[in-house]
Nanobody
Framework: QVQLVESGGGLVQSGGSLRLSCAASGGTFSTYNMGWFRQAPGKEREFVRAISRSYSTYYADSVKGRFTISRDNAKNTVYLQMNNLRPEDTAVYYC?????????????????????WGQGTQVTVSS
């Protein structure tokens, strides 16, 4: 059973930066596609960024040019660097792992394709 633990959330002013981390255990991290999703109060969970096992990356238009995803297979960790944060980025951010064989943007951006989820970390951006 894969376990994912997010960290790095917090309160930041508009224009600030945060780096989220997601540490994985219990599986072979290098074989997973990894994604970040977020959910704001009263809204559905939405895709943010993903990185495949082959290091291809995908992003939501809302975070283009501001959020960067990376992974360190030696540390079993995926990161989400968030710059120029906006109040509308306020949400609980979730890390997810996909052990499946799909590929492409349509696959990686779909939450239902991910098999394992972390508990989430709160990000709050004040104006």
């Amino acid at each position: 059973q894969v376990q994912l633990v997010e960290s790095g959330g917090g309160l930041v002013q508009s224009g600030g930066s945060l780096r989220l981390s997601c540490a994985a255990s219990g599986g072979t991290f290098s074989t997973y596609n990894m994604g970040w999703f977020r959910q704001a109060p009263g809204k559905e969970r939405e895709f943010v960024r993903a990185i495949s096992r082959s290091y291809s990356t995908y992003y939501a238009d809302s975070v283009k040019g501001r959020f960067t995803i990376s992974r360190d297979n030696a540390k079993n960790t995926v990161y989400l660097q968030m710059n120029n944060l906006r109040p509308e980025d306020t949400a609980v951010y979730y890390c997810a792992a996909d052990a499946g064989g799909g590929s492409g943007a349509a696959y990686y951006t779909r939450a239902l394709n991910y098999d394992y989820w972390g508990q989430g970390t709160q990000v709050t951006v004040s104006s």
